[in-house]
């Protein structure tokens, strides 16, 4: 005597259509989720772009330097006079520039807060009013079940 396998098919489809899925819900999550991630991509290119034209600015100021110091001199003292000039406005430059990369780094974190702030609030948003549904329908099918198991 052979037993039969249950067909769990039935029983599967009615637990799906007991508890229906929002994809509408989905839907705007990932949509929050992208517009989050498209708008963080454009801090940080923003930034990048900034901060390489700092660089390439740092060094062209440096260049300069450079070709001032290696001019030839007249006297002996003016190598070491233009070796310390050098050497005092490198300092002197470097000082600007890192406080030029500071205020890039401080606007990124800026604008990242205020990101990440605007999306936690969306997100909230958007699972408030999805729980608030799945509750209602899952109450909804819950009746149901009931009243037809009476």
């Given at each position: ?15 799906a259509d007991a508890?229906?899925v929002d ?8 949509k929050?989720?992208?517009a ?12 990048a772009?900034k901060?390489?034209?700092q660089s390439a600015?740092w ?5 300069a330097?450079?070709?001032e ?5 007249a006297?002996p003292a ?6 310390t000039d050098f ?7 470097a ?7 500071a205020?890039i ?6 604008q990242?807060?205020?990101?990440v ?8 948003e958007?699972m408030?009013a999805a729980?608030?549904k799945a ?5 909804a099918?819950?009746k ?6 009476k």
């Open positions: 005597m052979a037993t039969k396998t249950q067909d769990f098919t039935a029983i599967f489809k009615d637990m508890f229906p994809t509408k819900a989905m839907e705007e999550q990932f929050t989720q992208t989050l991630a498209e708008k963080m991509s454009t801090v940080a290119l923003d930034a772009g901060s390489a034209e600015k060094t062209q100021d440096t260049i330097k450079l070709e110091m290696s001019k030839a001199k006297e003016d190598y070491a006079k233009a070796m050497a005092s406005a490198t300092a002197e430059s000082a600007e520039h890192m406080s030029a990369f205020e780094a401080k606007k990124v974190q800026t990242t807060m205020e990101l702030l605007a999306a936690g609030k969306d997100i909230s958007d408030t729980a608030k509750t209602t329908e899952v109450t099918a819950a149901k079940a009931t009243a037809s198991a």
